[in-house]
């Protein structure tokens, strides 16, 4: 069966994406019948069985709707283990192409993780409550979202329509969101003299029409959420979030919670404010009441010459790195806390040569550190 992914007309067009390195893959694997030599050769340590079987795997990824999970059960190996034959394949594939096809899809534009297909996508959703499909089930019969909305209990938000126009389902948008009445009301939320209870009921209706994510966003916004304007004002927000929310509301700026369903189907909240009391909210940041929230929750454990990053870099930066993916990469065996978590700290030690940042339970490095961080390991599990 045929990969769904992105639609083709993006690729070569200089944007990462997965469907550019179908299109390379299918440019370069296509060698003349006459040729006396394997493409791409195996490798000097690889046996004959080896070599065809990364080409097996890499082919199922590439060209089928197999999932990371239906192929490692498969041939019974990890996530993360085919994950780097089908990197190795492509990028050798690369390097031994007609070099008029490697200018044509440089590597920077090849994306080498695959889309989840549609069909996986609504059978996770099924599994955690499957609200999105039930939502596509009534915008199939023509229901409006007024009608969606109120059949499901449930108010529509920018995650819903993010998950459903990945199966090509777009949700209709409430047709007084879209009124220059509306648009009007909304540019109150730039007035820093607008009433707090009038700046409160806009942005409750922001919510009802799904359009958080979207009038946060824009270059001159029209909310934005309390973790970015205490950042803004060197406040470290995580995880006191919802108290910052609370001092402000003391203070006199109006806050609004917004509630949405994260992937592993726990409720989490955001909260924002009127971008028009972004100075307010400044000044009311200076106060010393906020003082503890000023410093950084990131710990070092090792050497570190630099500075320390905050929360938000070293969790979702790419310069960045999870500390228990080098370690599962690495095939080390780690012991485990009581609760069944990895002890890291038993890796980890005052002498390592290069920074662990640590935040909560969750450890990272800087990726210009991988591989002295790896001779570092290699040398704390030989002294085990």
Request: proline share 6%; with cysteine.
């Amino acid at each position: 069966m045929p990969v769904e992914c992105e639609p083709k007309s993006i690729a070569n067009q200089g944007e990462k994406s997965f469907a550019n390195t179908i299109s390379f893959l299918e440019e370069a694997s296509a060698v003349p019948i006459d040729w006396k030599m394997q493409f791409p050769t195996k490798g000097k340590t690889q046996s004959r069985k080896q070599w065809e079987r990364a080409w097996e795997i890499a082919g199922l990824y590439a060209g089928t709707d197999y999932t990371l999970d239906d192929i490692g059960k498969k041939y019974n190996l990890t996530r993360e283990r085919i994950r780097q034959i089908f990197k190795a394949g492509v990028t050798k594939i690369h390097d031994q192409s007609n070099w008029h096809i490697a200018d044509k899809h440089p590597l920077e534009t090849l994306n080498l993780h695959k889309p989840r297909p549609v069909k996986s996508r609504k059978e996770y959703s099924e599994s955690r409550n499957g609200l999105s499909s039930k939502i596509a089930e009534e915008i199939e019969k023509g229901a409006s979202l007024n009608e969606i909305e109120e059949k499901l209990k449930i108010s529509v938000s920018g995650r819903h329509r993010s998950v459903l126009s990945g199966w090509g389902v777009n949700i209709p948008y409430k047709s007084e969101a879209f009124s220059a009445e509306y648009k009007q009301e909304l540019e109150k939320l730039r007035d820093p003299q607008t009433p707090n209870g009038q700046l409160h009921k806009i942005m409750c209706t922001v919510i009802e029409h799904g359009r958080y994510e979207r009038y946060s966003k824009i270059p001159n916004p029209y909310v934005i959420s309390v973790s970015k304007a205490a950042r803004l004002a060197s406040i470290f927000p995580h995880p006191y979030t919802s108290q910052i929310a609370r001092m402000l509301l003391a203070n006199n700026i109006p806050v609004v919670r917004y509630k949405y369903k994260y992937k592993d189907g726990k409720e989490i909240f955001t909260y924002m404010i009127a971008s028009g009391k972004l100075n307010s909210a400044r000044l009311v940041f200076k106060k010393k009441a906020f003082d503890r929230f000023r410093k950084n929750p990131v710990t070092v454990i090792g050497s570190n010459n630099g500075e320390i990053p905050a929360t938000t870099p070293i969790k979702n930066s790419p310069d960045f790195a999870n500390l228990s993916s080098l370690i599962k990469e690495m095939g080390l065996k780690l012991p485990q806390t009581r609760r069944g978590r990895p002890r890291l700290t038993s890796f980890i030690k005052a002498n390592c040569p290069v920074p662990v940042f640590v935040y909560c339970s969750y450890h990272t490095f800087r990726l210009s550190d991988k591989e002295a961080l790896k001779n570092y390991l290699l040398k704390t599990s030989q002294n085990r």
